[in-house]
């Protein structure tokens, strides 16, 4: 037609080479445009064309039998030209025979697929539980990014969840079943960042029947809002977030506003300031046909740490003293936790508490080199020996004991042992082997529990918000932790850890074991994990006059 352009009628379009297509597009007529700019055709080679492809009346052959029509399609000529995406034919004793197909969508819709989308359609046959429609799309633009899913089935069937009774054919009450869940993020002028999602559910166990991967490991369903900037050293966000799922257990916030100032230096760089405020307006919400007492009702939590610090060099140390304020304030249930985690009586609780720190952050740092360390079966091409001794101590002095805090001395050696690796033209520096050891005393062991999350899986800084109700916060006991890592090659590394209990005398985690990568895309580990037993010792009087088991 010109140039750029190309009609035909009756064609047949297909990547193979027998004379008898194997797949075959066959369609009554085609337009074909050539889309590359001009400049680029005269100085860019075949693989730098792009072409744009409608086909009209198409039909997808196997061979000679016809097995998809559609009336008009896309194509990129870049991709296989087929509109479907994937076929899987399988059986299962949930779904009974399955039948999953996957779609280009907007092949199938004669639309042209924006530059760094990818929509797709799916459409399954499960032969025990019924069909379902879905669409599932991704984009990246310049200014955004984001994704949609959405899919929606008929149902028949029950649940299997897990091994447990109360887990095993659970019917989801739902003759419909689906989902939709959007995420979109968008950047703005001025620093601005805008996100939004929301997550629908049908019911609660869809997700994790239907999408267990994703349940297992992805990231939670929510419904929000949140607008924020972050411009040099400072950060202000609000957040909205909401339930939309009523089976849903969670907190709403309407909305939470939070400031954080970080290192930002005064008095002739003497002094650094830090600072982290939060006041939210939240909710706390039990999900339909959940056993619980928490009220639901609106209320207001407001949170704020400020630190100031004096860093200063004392011969080759690095010494900060340092002061540090809280101040909290929540008016519904209030704080009424003290340290062994006993909860005090209702006119007890403090609506209002304040905590003052003080303390000192110090670490040196000291090496030495060799290279004339050689070893060709090690791959070590020179030795740098660089040793980090640290040590923190704090005091704390709270308000009320419901917002107390363990004082604690943390001290510990960071050592790592360097070589260049590499060919002569690109070697680059690496860490042959890491071993940091720290050590940690408070000023108030708890009682051991129920085993050795509460040294290991504590988080050493709980917020405010989680420190109303919950005493386990914090390294809770003295204690002595290991890491270490041995890169034998760059594809080859030694880990383990490790966490002793001085107050016990025992061992109560231990893991090593080997990373393994292979190039190019797959990695593997393989290890052992060591807990000391759990023993729960459970009184007579406490279970009722039944017997008991340890």
Not at 203 to 224: P, R, S, V
């Amino acid at each position: 037609v010109s140039d750029s352009m190309f009609e035909a009628d009756q064609i047949t379009l297909t990547a193979s080479e027998f004379y008898l297509p194997q797949i075959s597009l066959n369609a009554s007529r085609m337009v074909l445009t050539d889309t590359t700019n001009i400049d680029s055709r005269t100085q860019a080679g075949p693989d730098k064309k792009s072409f744009e492809g409608t086909l009209y009346d198409v039909d997808m052959k196997l061979g000679s039998v016809t097995i998809f029509r559609w009336p008009k399609l896309q194509t990129d000529f870049i991709r296989p030209d087929v509109p479907i995406r994937r076929l899987q034919v399988g059986s299962d004793s949930q779904y009974g025979t399955t039948v999953q197909t996957q779609w280009h969508l907007a092949r199938l819709l004669g639309w042209k697929e924006p530059k760094g989308m990818d929509s797709n359609l799916a459409v399954d046959y499960y032969s025990d539980r019924g069909v379902g429609v879905g669409v599932e799309s991704e984009y990246q633009f310049d200014k955004s990014y984001g994704q949609l899913i959405g899919y929606v089935m008929s149902d028949r069937g029950t649940d299997d969840l897990g091994r447990i009774s109360s887990r095993k054919n659970v019917d989801s009450g739902e003759d419909i079943r689906g989902r939709f869940t959007l995420r979109h993020r968008m950047y703005l002028p001025y620093d601005w960042q805008l996100t939004v999602e929301t997550g629908y559910l049908s019911d609660e166990n869809f997700l994790e029947w239907m999408y267990q991967d994703e349940f297992n490991t992805g990231k939670a369903q929510e419904t929000l809002v949140h607008l924020k900037r972050i411009r040099d050293n400072w950060g202000f966000s609000f957040l909205n977030k909401v339930r939309i799922n009523d089976f849903e257990t969670m907190t709403e916030e309407l909305p939470t506003a939070e400031f954080h100032w970080a290192g930002e230096s005064f008095w002739d760089d003497q002094l650094t300031f830090y600072s982290d405020t939060q006041a939210s307006r939240m909710r706390y919400r039990r999900g339909d046909n959940k056993v619980g007492t928490e009220p639901g009702e609106f209320y207001t939590f407001f949170s704020s740490r400020n630190e100031v610090d004096m860093p200063m060099r004392v011969y080759n140390a690095k010494v900060v003293p340092y002061v540090a304020g809280t101040y909290s304030y929540e008016d519904q249930l209030g704080y009424r936790t003290e340290l062994d985690n006993t909860l005090v009586g209702t006119r007890d609780r403090e609506d209002q508490a304040s905590l003052g720190e003080v303390g000192v952050r110090a670490s040196t740092q000291f090496w030495k080199a060799d290279p004339f360390v050689q070893s060709r079966f090690w791959d070590i091409n020179g030795l740098r020996h660089i040793v980090t001794p640290h040590v923190e101590a704090a005091s704390f002095e709270a308000s009320d004991e419901v917002y107390n805090m363990r004082d604690m001395v943390n001290y510990g050696l960071s050592q790592r042992w360097q070589t260049r690796r590499g060919p002569q033209e690109k070697l680059h520096t690496v860490d042959w082997i890491r071993w940091d050891v720290d050590t940690t005393l408070v000023s108030q062991n708890a009682d051991p529990m129920v085993g050795p999350w509460d040294l290991a899986w504590t988080n050493p800084s709980i917020p405010m918000a989680v420190r109303r109700s919950v005493g386990e916060y914090g390294i809770m006991r003295d204690s002595v932790s290991s890491d270490f890592e041995w890169r034998l090659s760059d594809t080859t590394t030694i880990l383990s850890d490790l966490m002793y209990d001085i107050r016990s005398g025992y061992i109560q985690q231990l893991n090593i074991g080997v990373s393994r990568y292979v190039f190019p895309d797959l990695s593997y580990y393989v290890g052992s994990r060591y807990l000391r037993n759990i023993v729960v010792d459970v009184s007579a009087a406490d279970n009722g006059g039944k017997p008991i088991h340890e």
